[in-house]
Nanobody, 120 residues
Framework: QVPLGESGGGLVQAGGSLRLSCVPD????????MGWYRQAPGKQRELVAN???????IYADSVKGRFTISRGNTRNTVYLQMDRLKPAATAMYYC??????????????WGQGTQVTVSS
């Protein structure tokens, strides 16, 4: 059973917006960071955005100023607001919940992904 469930993907025209949601589908061990990754066909999976329990965020340079990651009120829930989308954002988007200690990932949970397609 995949412990994280993503939703909110779809087809949108360039310049449009989508909001991705990630909610736990069961109990998780202690989590320090949650984030979104994406993988386009033929490319490696890459970090889009990440948020820690204290609210510190990290964004890929390609999405800064257009995407916003936030945590929900429910434990281990995270959102990704994507504005001014570009065709280059077309990819499968995956939610990640992880525990980092001294910068090392001790364990992580992945969702099954939600497809985002941006037409030109």
């Amino acid at each position: 059973q995949v412990p994280l469930g993503e939703s909110g993907g779809g087809l949108v025209q360039a310049g449009g917006s989508l909001r991705l949601s990630c909610v736990p589908d069961g109990s998780l061990f202690t989590i320090s960071h949650m984030g979104w990754y994406r993988q386009a066909p033929g490319k490696q999976r890459e970090l889009v955005a990440n948020i820690s329990t204290d609210g510190t965020t990290i964004y890929a340079d390609s999405v800064k100023g257009r995407f916003t990651i936030s945590r929900g009120n429910t434990r281990n829930t995270v959102y990704l607001q994507m504005d001014r989308l570009k065709p280059a954002a077309t990819a499968m988007y995956y939610c990640l919940a992880e525990y980092l200690q001294a910068g090392t990932r001790l364990y992580a949970y992945w969702g099954q992904g939600t497809q985002v397609t941006v037409s030109s």
